[in-house]
């Protein structure tokens, strides 16, 4: 039994899973951030523009009296592109980054740190002792 307990906190303590569950929090988060942009911003918005229409009132009655909440799902369907857009824009500024970094590795160039203000005046007071 010990072994197992050793064995599951070497698996929860590894890197990856830390990143997995953080990255689940912040999607989560992120959803709800996403599902408010569309649901209070986005939607009435279309709305006013095509005139006034509240999508999440769009509802068709069925015979039976089941009722199906077409505005609900179009909502809902705006969401899911916005998420998958923004991912897929996130996913394109990483993968050029890491194609940065490693063709920094690759050269051996590294581009410098960007000197602070006080490097720059050191700079300028060595630069006015040489002459």
């Given at each position: 039994m010990k072994r197992y307990i050793r064995e599951f906190k070497e698996f929860a303590v590894k890197g990856n899973v830390m990143d997995l569950a953080v990255a689940v929090i912040i999607g989560g988060a992120f959803g709800k951030i996403v599902s408010s942009l569309v649901a209070d911003i986005v939607m009435p918005l279309i709305g006013l523009i095509i005139g006034g229409i509240n999508f999440t009132s769009w509802k068709w009655t069925l015979r039976s009296g089941v009722v199906m909440n077409l505005g609900v799902f179009f909502q809902n369907v705006f969401d899911?592109?916005?998420?998958?857009?923004?991912?897929?824009?996130?996913?394109?500024?990483?993968?050029?980054?890491?194609?940065?970094?490693?063709?920094?590795?690759?050269?051996?160039?590294?581009?410098?740190?960007?000197?602070?203000k006080d490097q720059e005046l050191l700079g300028e007071i060595r630069d006015l002792l040489k002459k």
């Open positions: 899911f592109i916005i998420i998958a857009l923004v991912i897929f824009f996130m996913v394109k500024v990483i993968a050029r980054l890491k194609r940065q970094l490693i063709k920094e590795e690759a050269t051996g160039v590294v581009a410098p740190a960007p000197l602070t």
